[in-house]
Nanobody, 115 residues
Framework: QVQLVESGGGLVQPGGSLKLSCAAS????????MGWYRQAPGKQREFVAR???????NYADSVKGRFTISRDNAKNTVYLQMNSLKPEDTAVYYC?????????WGQGTQVTVSS
């Protein structure tokens, strides 16, 4: 079993920044991918960014150049630095981890971008 705990969400004005964190614990070993998804009210959950154990990254087109995903393997933690935030970035952000073919999800953290 793997547990994920997210933190760092909140209210921010347009153009502002936030940094999300997600700490993983439990049966972690081998190569695994960690990532972030988000779900806005009335919309489906969508991919935001992912990072592999070796540091390879992928981003959704909507966040490229504004968001940066990183990880600290020693702390089993993944981060999402979000800059130049827009109202359309408002959503619940979920951390996930794919390990040995199984995906685990965090409980989500709310990000609201509003003036």
């Amino acid at each position: 079993q793997v547990q994920l705990v997210e933190s760092g969400g909140g209210l921010v004005q347009p153009g502002g920044s936030l940094k999300l964190s997600c700490a993983a614990s439990g049966s972690l070993f081998g190569f695994y991918v960690m990532g972030w998804y988000r779900q806005a009210p009335g919309k489906q959950r969508e991919f935001v960014a992912r990072i592999t154990s070796s540091g390879s990254t992928n981003y959704a087109d909507s966040v490229k150049g504004r968001f940066t995903i990183s990880r600290d393997n020693a702390k089993n933690t993944v981060y999402l630095q979000m800059n130049s935030l827009k109202p359309e970035d408002t959503a619940v952000y979920y951390c996930n981890i794919l390990i040995l073919g199984v995906t685990y999800w965090g409980q989500g953290t709310q990000v609201t971008v509003s003036s």
